[in-house]
């Protein structure tokens, strides 16, 4: 909570102030707290959260900082303009979502995020495979439990799915996209066939926990499910923080009546 509370009111610090180009920010303290925003975004999103947050742990007991490998640096930098990509897409749409915009919001050059992705639709590629993938680490250690415990844990998790992202709206926006060029939509396709082939894996190993076997093949109950989660989210205004996600309720009640016997 207390790192939260901290990367929240630096956030809003950091929009009020000019950028990192403005002379204000060349000092040592806001250098620094510019670098411990940085880490927090990535901490949120990024496997090696547990590094960053000690780092920052560090810094605030005053102690003597970690030092950054060239890579651990450059992951940062990736995960400072993916978050930019998500407000700004969330804003404007994939259409009016530039470059320069993305870069503007995340305080770096134009050539920062050229030397981490080879276009615009390479980035926003990345971030969508960044949502999946942390749904479905996510998911495979719920189907993992006991059956007993199973069910809490999921209906938890569906209730509070995409509640700090904009995954739903993303997917709508590339989805048009790779409807308007075929170059963008082979990979974004591949991308998607992934997820549901992995969705798929999850649903039979959750049947099998419930001893109940599959209605329908797990190729297009995944597909449903992946349907009804995205396009139910988008049906319904965006809800207020901390309240349950109704797509989620929904495909929670559909699968407890799939494993009815």
């Given at each position: 909570m207390g790192d939260t509370m901290a990367t929240n009111a630096f956030a809003i610090g950091w929009h009020d102030q000019c950028p990192v180009s403005c002379p204000r920010l060349r000092s040592r303290g806001a250098v620094r707290s510019v670098f411990l925003f940085c880490m927090m975004r990535a901490a949120c999103n990024a496997p090696c959260r547990t590094r960053y947050r000690t780092v920052f742990k560090m810094q605030m007991e005053n102690k003597r900082p970690v030092r950054l490998s060239r890579a651990e640096k450059n992951a940062l930098t990736r995960e400072r303009l993916l978050s930019a990509a998500e407000s700004v897409v969330a804003r404007l749409g994939y259409g009016g979502a530039s470059v320069d915009t993305i870069a503007a919001e995340a305080g770096l050059s134009k050539g920062a995020i050229y030397s981490n992705f080879a276009t615009k639709?390479?980035?926003?590629?990345?971030?969508?495979?960044?949502?999946?993938?942390r749904d479905t680490a996510e998911l495979e250690k719920i189907v993992k439990l006991e059956p007993e415990h199973l069910y809490k844990a999921l209906t938890q998790w569906l209730a509070t799915m995409h509640s700090d992202s904009d995954c739903p709206l993303l997917v709508a926006e590339l989805q048009l996209h790779a409807r308007r060029s075929p170059e963008f939509a082979t990979h974004y396709y591949e991308l998607q066939n992934q997820q549901t082939r992995t969705i798929a894996r999850i649903l039979r190993a959750y049947f099998s926990a419930s001893s109940v076997g599959l209605p329908i093949d797990a190729i297009d109950l995944a597909s449903c499910m992946s349907a009804l989660a995205h396009g139910l989210s988008l049906q319904r205004p965006l809800p207020k923080s901390k309240t349950k996600n109704q797509a989620g309720r929904i495909i929670d009640e559909l699968l407890n009546v799939l494993i009815r016997k």
């Open positions: 639709e390479e980035l926003f590629l990345e971030l969508l495979r960044v949502y999946m993938e």
